[in-house]
């Protein structure tokens, strides 16, 4: 009855542990502990998605107001993408933290996210998640800050004020709907009464908008964005990893869940919030692309191109049809895959080089060929070339965004779309070519190879493996997708 609760507890009462433990342990002795403990965790994970015990009905915060658990289609998908890339960003940290003070810390609040993120997957009703929405800025919130510096402790801070004030802007939504929904439990279709849809139309429209601008936060969506791009290149690599592959992700699910789950798609299909949210996403799109487009260091363009992907995403739930919806959570897993692959391969150029610059990286494909080849394909995924489930995704989306009936976005959409993966292109591929072919006057002399370890190479390589993967052999997953997305819309 209670497994659904252990990887949830788990990792968030060993990452305390960790945290508490009254000196700086032996960093061997840490890190294989922090290793265990992942390794655990993915296995309780992996367990309780195969018991019977799907749900839980923890305590009542008030009489109303259970803290309740369940698993559905939508947690399983999320909760897939948050173990593998926690996983293999944990074991890459054993090798990149070598050169970072305070590993004790990083790895407790590491740990603790990693607890969070499950519980926000098998959240049941939209009190459950909100409360673990906080709790996931707050244990994320180290992991920016991390080396300390002036930058890291602005970046923080800025991650922290933009996050609360988004959250605290859903809550305002979440009052509202708490005394006009028969209950906040997740329910496919939505729990708005049809009384207060009608009576109140309007007011619940806007209750909707606002509720899409506070998730949007921590989604990176235009106009509260700039956290983002912040954040990101103070981090440590593994840290800008997961908050890049997964925890960004948290937005999405948060408006996955109050738009089909709790609002509905009928109530906002056709209206101006729809109208609002896909003029929103489309604008993030372009605007993050160009943003990375002109962007010389690579950690800050890589944190500008996950602004624009994310709104791939958005775009997708805005579109509010099965085709757009499903190519929207294949990107969620295609684009955890491969931002994951590109942080961490920015994360071991730094290591291995110390250098932070795309200018500076010319050659670098003669130096770390095993790396940057997996940085092309990854890259090549992102822009949406076959064979990779980059591809799939947005095939998806705009196949999706075609046949919607959302007016002039049926066209703007894919559109926007094709202009952002050519930019795409514009900001990734130079990295490829120059570092392939670096010229002629290249000196090849002070050339020596120096790929990193293979605590760093091996989750870069499983998760460009499964960036190919999820686009060779597509079938299965845009099944699974597909058949829990109907009974949605």
């Known amino acids: 009855m209670y497994l659904i609760l252990l990887p949830i507890l788990f990792p968030i009462l060993a990452g305390f542990a960790i945290l508490v433990f009254p000196k700086e342990p032996d960093r061997r002795l840490l890190t294989a502990t922090a290793g265990t403990c992942l390794v655990i965790t993915g296995a309780l994970v992996l367990c309780t998605l195969l018991s019977a015990s799907q749900e839980l009905m923890l305590f009542h915060l008030t009489e109303t107001l259970p803290i309740y658990f369940k698993i559905d289609e939508t947690g399983i998908t999320f909760s897939f993408l948050t173990v593998i890339v926690f996983i293999c960003a944990g074991f890459f940290s054993f090798a990149y933290m070598k050169h970072e003070q305070n590993e004790k810390r990083y790895y407790g609040f590491y740990l603790m996210a990693f607890g969070v993120l499950n519980a926000l997957c098998f959240a049941g009703n939209l009190i ?3 409360l673990f929405f906080e709790l996931l800025t707050l244990s994320s919130f180290p992991l920016v800050l991390h080396t300390g510096s002036k930058e890291a402790i602005m970046a923080g801070l800025k991650y922290l004020f933009y996050s609360l004030c988004g959250a605290y802007a859903s809550l305002f939504g979440i009052y509202f709907l708490y005394h006009n929904c028969d209950t906040l439990t997740f329910t496919a279709g939505g729990v708005l009464k049809a009384s207060a849809a009608s009576a109140e139309g309007r007011f619940f429209l806007l209750i909707a908008f606002v509720m899409i601008l506070g998730f949007g936060v921590k989604a990176g969506m235009v106009p509260m964005h700039a956290w983002l791009p912040t954040a990101h290149p103070v981090a440590p690599a593994p840290a800008s990893a997961t908050l890049s592959a997964v925890i960004v992700k948290a937005g999405v699910l948060a408006l996955i869940r109050v738009v089909y789950y709790i609002i509905g798609p009928d109530f906002l299909r056709g209206s101006w919030v729809q109208t609002a949210w896909l003029t929103l996403s489309l604008t993030t799109v372009f605007l993050g692309s160009m943003l990375a487009y002109r962007e010389p260091v690579l950690k800050k363009r890589l944190a500008y191109s996950t602004v624009s992907q994310l709104s791939y ?7 509010m049809n099965k085709e757009a919806f499903t190519g929207g959570l294949l990107h969620v897993l295609a684009h955890g895959f491969i931002k ?11 290591y291995t080089t110390g250098k932070t610059r795309v200018d500076e990286l010319r050659g670098i494909g003669k130096e770390m060929p095993l790396t940057m080849w997996c940085y092309t394909i990854v890259s090549l995924g992102l822009i949406g070339i ?3 489930g980059g591809f799939i995704s947005k095939w998806y989306l705009a196949t999706g965004g075609l046949a919607g009936d959302i007016g002039i976005f049926r066209y703007l959409g894919p559109a926007i779309l094709l202009l952002s993966a050519l930019l795409t292109a514009g900001y990734l591929l130079p990295l490829t070519i120059q570092g392939f072919f670096p010229g002629a006057d290249y000196d090849y002399t002070s050339l020596h190879r120096q790929e990193p370890c293979h605590l760093m190479t091996i989750p870069i390589v499983l998760l460009t493996v499964l960036s190919v993967l999820i686009g060779l052999f597509p079938n299965i997953v845009v099944a699974y997708l597909t058949n829990f997305v109907s009974t949605l819309l």
């Open 128 to 130: 459950t998640f909100y």
């Open 313 to 319: 995403i958005l775009f997708g739930l805005a579109v």
């Open 340 to 350: 994951g692959t590109l942080f961490l391969i920015a994360g071991a150029i730094i």
């Open 386 to 388: 076959p064979p990779t």
